[in-house]
């Protein structure tokens, strides 16, 4: 109770302080002024909503009775890599939902298409072809997610029998086909939400799906580490030293996903009749962590290989499943370096950039075209993604550290780094440049009170 009054006041000082702020309420004010943006912005609540309220809609023929706290299947979800399925599920996972798999089959799938498209020449093609390219691979991407969850839909429901065999109302194969094909409807609707939020909505809408059911565990994991903290002493000081970090960390991951290195370029002066064209200076953005949180999920996914070898090797396996473990974390970290400078390299290309620069008449003052160019911005980013890479491996690890050196709950320790942090800093700094475009269009203020939301350089 006292863990409930401390979140209820919390919550309550940082309302107040939102809106006894002037600029703020002008900001909402002109939000909601411009008559799309207010409809767009009420449309995406209003989906949110939908997938929110189906987080609860348990599978017809499961027990919810069984599934509550204490639960073998809660205790399951608590930690590890299930804990961060839960997580991004927003707990729909442990209280066997239609949702139960969220989107992250579909984020699996793009992947694997993502991959193929840069390893096989037909599917380069295609990805090349424009408007239609797009919608080939997006049916592609739906395709390949029905097939995961072909798979996964059964392991689902196989781990979900052998922890809690009480659960299921009727045992026999129709349910269980029955059941899978709810699972595969759910996530098929959950993606459905997502394209009709990017379409009439605001922001990246499976992105933001993901963003609201990491969101949607905060309160939840708060409340886990409050309660664990009430019994020592100094537990209220420990608490609000935890969220000082909890926000300097976020603050400095802000920092890092918008910093860019601008390159300048030089266009040259043509004249056409009366008209002149070129002779103006424009910058090439290169940003610091051109990856994003790709490098930690492969690396993530990479970490679960040495857990098939658990029946041969008992010990090798033990090493790499400690999460707070040194060889788990050494490794994770040695791996998100190396695909940080893999993934960086695939989706920035410096031949095609001075290719494209020389044919628009464009070139980097003091360097010549052609080779020296391609060396020149290869030289740049392979300066700046060292200390991106850095950071992201820290990122990567941070929750391992809040748990050894602060002993802090695995659940809320999640929120201090790794993916759920750089999907929550990337999808809400999309957002609110989307809004402040909407602003900055009709002639309004941004959201900040100088300058826009950009990468700093």
């Not at 793009?110 to 093609?125: E, N, R, T, W």
């Not at 060889?327 to 920035?348: C, D, G, H, M, R």
């Not at 031949?351 to 052609?370: L, Y």
């Amino acid at each position: 109770m006292n863990s409930v009054l401390i979140v209820g006041i919390v919550l309550l000082v940082f309302v107040a302080l939102m809106f006894t702020n002037k600029k703020f309420l002008e900001t909402v004010k002109n939000i909601f002024k411009i008559e799309e943006l207010r409809k767009r912005i009420l449309y995406t609540v209003l989906l949110i909503l939908v997938y929110r309220l189906g987080c609860y809609v348990v599978i017809p023929g499961i027990n919810p009775n069984v599934l509550g706290e204490g639960s073998a299947l809660a205790n399951q979800t608590s930690e590890g890599l299930l804990g961060l399925l839960n997580v991004f599920s927003g707990g729909a996972f442990a209280n066997a939902s239609i949702f139960a798999l969220g989107v992250m089959p579909y984020i699996t799938a793009s992947i694997i298409i993502q991959l193929l498209g840069m390893m096989v020449p037909a599917i380069q093609k295609v990805m090349k072809e424009g408007e239609s390219g797009r919608r080939k691979m997006n049916n592609w991407t739906r395709l390949l997610t029905i097939a995961v969850l072909a798979i996964q839909g059964p392991a689902y429901l196989a781990n979900l029998h052998n922890q809690v065999p009480a659960a299921f109302l009727f045992d026999s194969v129709w349910f269980t086909i029955y059941a899978i094909v709810l699972l595969i409807a759910g996530t098929m609707f959950v993606m459905w939400l997502g394209e009709k939020i990017t379409d009439k909505g605001i922001g990246n809408g499976v992105s933001l799906i993901i963003m609201i059911g990491i969101v949607a565990r905060l309160p939840h994991a708060l409340m886990a580490e409050l309660n664990a903290r009430m019994g020592g002493s100094n537990s209220l000081i420990m608490v609000i030293v935890e969220l000082v970090l909890l926000f300097v960390v976020f603050m400095a991951t802000i920092a890092v996903v918008q910093a860019v290195r601008k390159v300048p370029v030089q266009y040259a002066k043509r004249i056409i009749g009366n008209k002149q064209y070129g002779g103006v200076r424009q910058y090439i953005p290169l940003k610091m962590n051109a990856a994003n949180v790709m490098p930690i999920i492969f690396a993530q996914a990479l970490m679960f290989i040495p857990m098939l070898f658990a029946g041969v090797a008992p010990k090798f396996a033990a090493a790499f499943a400690d999460m707070t473990g040194v060889w788990y974390n050494l490794t994770l970290a040695v791996l998100v370096i190396v695909f940080t400078y893999f993934y960086t390299a695939i989706i920035i290309n410096p031949q095609q950039m001075a290719d494209d620069m020389k044919r628009n008449g464009g070139f980097i003052p003091g360097v010549k075209p052609g080779k020296a160019t391609v060396s020149y911005v290869d030289g740049i980013l392979t300066r700046i993604t060292l200390p991106g890479s850095l950071f992201l491996a820290l990122v990567a690890i941070m929750p391992a550290i809040a748990m050894t050196a602060l002993g802090i709950q695995q659940e809320f320790a999640y929120f201090f780094g790794g993916t759920s942090l750089l999907i929550m800093v990337g999808v809400v700094l999309d957002t609110l440049q989307q809004i402040e475009s909407h602003l900055l269009n009709r002639h309004y203020d941004g959201l900040m009170k100088t300058g826009r939301i950009q990468g700093r350089h």
